[in-house]
């Protein structure tokens, strides 16, 4: 099954999106030219430490790029509900349309979405069934990235020699510290958010619960057995080889097809 793209059109949801590509490229791009180039180049460091920098950049940005671009779990027009399942669907009152039990309409989006767990205005997406597992790859890229950062940010000033071979022409060099000010800032802000969002959601899966139940608190309807975490985990990634769980460069199969029409992201 191809990829389909999914775009949401909501002018809000672009500018939180451009936001956080914004902080993405200032520090992919001026820590290495400040940083990690100067010392590498000085004997510093080794190249490993650039090449992990990179790789760790483009995990997070493809899984950013794609929790946004995929269908969350939207159902279709004419589902057709299988017989012996009739029980665990219910019907929308916003747009009237038949739905398994556990999704959500979205107001944002303007459609239901299974396994909704909430609209995430920073991937300018629902987080839903399909793309879960992407989202939680950007939350722990973005985390690795953010605390990369900060660390070779403080060896820069703390730890490694001075640089010797610098070009005070350069713009970068002129404004170093400012800009370093300007990166640890967005850098510490981000791992703040993104930890507490992180936890709770690590939380959600290990519990089989959505943001959306705990906010309704009405887990007690759902009643349902209670999982081991692993299995909790696989069903969100869709697999049970855990060094799968990291890869964003994949196509997610469900484990368990609940309904004949899951999409494959
Ligand atoms: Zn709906
Ligand atoms: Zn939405």
């Known amino acids: 099954m191809g990829l389909r793209i999914h775009f949401v059109v909501d002018p809000h949801g672009w500018c939180c999106m451009g936001l956080i590509v914004f902080v993405w490229l200032f520090n992919s791009i001026l820590i290495?030219?400040?940083?990690?180039?100067?010392?590498?180049?000085?004997?510093?460091?080794?190249?490993?430490?650039?090449?992990?920098?990179?790789?760790?950049?483009?995990?997070?940005?493809?899984?950013?790029?794609?929790?946004?671009?995929?269908?969350?779990?939207?159902?279709?027009?004419n589902p057709k509900i299988p017989h012996g399942e009739r029980e665990l669907w219910e019907l929308c009152n916003k747009c009237n349309l038949m739905r398994p039990k556990r999704s959500h309409h979205c107001s944002r989006c303007g459609h239901c979405v299974r396994r909704m767990d909430h609209h995430c205005p920073w991937i300018n997406n629902c987080v839903g069934e399909d793309n879960h597992w992407l989202f939680l790859q950007l939350c722990f890229y973005t985390e690795l990235l953010t605390s990369y950062s900060l660390m070779i940010s403080f060896c820069h000033y703390y730890y490694l020699l001075?640089?010797?071979?610098?070009?005070?022409?350069?713009?970068?060099?002129?404004?170093?510290?400012?800009?370093?000010?300007?990166?640890?800032?967005?850098?510490?802000?981000m791992l703040g958010g993104i930890s507490g969002l992180f936890y709770t959601q690590l939380i959600g899966i290990i519990t089989d619960t959505t943001s959306i139940e705990k906010m309704s608190n009405c887990c007690e309807e759902i009643s349902r057995p209670r999982k081991p975490w692993q299995q909790t985990f696989s069903e969100v990634f869709g697999t049970r080889w855990k060094i799968l769980w990291f890869i964003p460069f994949r196509q997610r199969q469900p484990l368990r097809v609940p309904y004949h029409f899951a999409n494959h992201v």
């Not at 190249?47 to 992990?52: E, G, H, K, P």
């Not at 713009?171 to 800032?185: D, N, Q, S, T, Y």
């Open 32 to 77: 290495p030219q400040i940083v990690l180039y100067p010392h590498y180049e000085e004997g510093h460091i080794s190249a490993s430490a650039i090449l992990l920098f990179y790789g760790i950049a483009v995990f997070c940005l493809v899984a950013l790029v794609r929790a946004s671009i995929s269908d969350p779990g939207r159902l279709p027009e």
């Open 162 to 189: 001075p640089l010797k071979r610098r070009n005070w022409d350069l713009f970068l060099v002129r404004h170093e510290l400012a800009i370093m000010r300007i990166a640890a800032f967005m850098g510490l802000t």
